[in-house]
């Protein structure tokens, strides 16, 4: 079985610049998340699919990120215009569905902003 | 905000020693999940308590949970240096996961 698949794997960018993270969840796995996680830190949820809907989106920066699974598959994380402070590991997750299910994680995105 | 914060820190041990690592949070849960993270193999789950499970063993582990005190221990038996990771615990109350602080083990041959 294919795990979850994101790229690019690494990005370097100026701050201001934007960018975006790509991710293809487990056939068949409904729940998607996008966590990010800063160095020494644990994963922080930015946001949760299920499906093409948005479940929480509490803690995503709106004036600057957004996310998107328009067909409930795959799903793209964009910054805009990026800071200093966005510099993290930025990681999806699928899961078969909401109900206390095991998450399946990507490798990750490690995103520098000079 | 991280719900969980783990306990301790960082833990150093010989491999063939146990390891236990500890988990607090705040409010109630539905359940609490371990996960490891090192840098060959991502994130990857261990195992899942639920809220109505007091322990659950899975191999060479073994979870407890008290949600009388909010916590949760996770013991890894007969430790070997493949167990060098971060290990994360994660609370579900509703469909939202929160994660701890991680403790970052290491295993020494």
């Known amino acids: 079985e294919a795990g979850v698949a994101q790229s690019p794997r690494y990005k370097i960018i100026e701050k201001r610049q934007s960018v975006a993270f790509w991710c293809n969840p487990i056939?068949?796995?409904?729940?998607l998340y996008w966590y990010q996680q800063i160095l020494g830190q644990g994963p922080k949820l930015l946001i949760q699919?299920?499906?093409?809907?948005?479940?929480?989106d509490s803690q995503l920066p709106k004036d600057r990120f957004s996310a998107e699974r328009l067909k409930g598959v795959d799903s793209t994380l964009k910054i805009q215009p990026a800071k200093l402070e966005d510099s993290a590991v930025y990681l999806c997750?699928?899961?078969?569905?909401?109900?206390?299910?095991?998450?399946?994680f990507g490798p990750g995105t490690r995103l520098t902003v000079l | 905000s991280q719900q969980g914060e783990e306990d301790p820190q960082a833990l150093s041990i010989q491999e063939g020693e146990n390891a236990t690592m500890n988990c607090s949070y705040k409010?109630?849960?539905?359940?609490l999940q371990w996960y490891r993270q090192n840098s060959g193999r991502g994130l990857v789950h261990l195992i899942l308590i639920r809220s109505n499970e007091r322990e659950k063993h899975s191999g060479r582990l073994r979870v407890t949970l008290d949600t009388s005190k909010k916590s949760s221990s996770l013991l890894i038996t007969a430790s070997r240096a493949a167990d060098t990771a971060s290990y994360f615990c994660a609370t579900s109350g509703t469909y939202k996961y929160i994660f701890g602080t991680g403790t970052r083990l290491k295993v020494l041959a």
């Open positions: 409010t109630s849960i539905n359940n």
């Open positions: 997750a699928s899961s078969m569905g909401l109900e206390a299910n095991e998450q399946f």
């Open positions: 699919f299920q499906n093409n809907g948005v479940v929480d």
């Open positions: 056939s068949g796995h409904a729940t």
